[in-house]
């Protein structure tokens, strides 16, 4: 069993910047971000394997970096805008894939990020 802590999340004036932090109970291949906005379908952000590859956002303003020694990812997000409110999930794999759902797949309880004046 793998448990997900995030932290991070909350209420940010647009073009600010904000840093998650995911850690995970054990040590796991990949790490990453998911975020749900209202009434939208979950997303992914991006992921990181344990040996440095993965899949990213194409914008620059998503920064995604794992310190392995702590099990730990982070998602830092620059330039925010109102439509990145969303709340954003940490995920994690045990099977050697980059993204995976199902078997071999942990999630966070997910933290809110709300971009607002």
């Known amino acids: 069993q793998v448990e997900l802590v995030e932290s991070g999340g909350g209420l940010v004036q647009p073009g600010g910047s904000l840093r998650l932090s995911c850690a995970a109970s054990v040590s796991v291949y990949s790490m990453g971000w998911y975020r749900q906005a209202p009434g939208q379908q979950r997303e992914l952000v991006g992921a990181v394997t344990s040996d440095g590859s993965g899949t990213a956002s194409t914008e620059g303003r998503f920064i995604i970096a794992r310190d392995n020694a702590k099990n730990t990812v982070y998602l830092q997000i620059d330039r925010l805008r109102p439509e990145d409110t969303a709340v954003y999930y940490c995920?994690?794999?045990?099977?050697?894939?980059?993204?995976?759902?199902?078997?071999?797949?942990?999630w966070g309880q997910g933290t809110q990020v709300t971009v607002a004046s």
């Open positions: 995920s994690a794999c045990i099977v050697r894939a980059v993204v995976c759902v199902g078997t071999g797949s942990y």
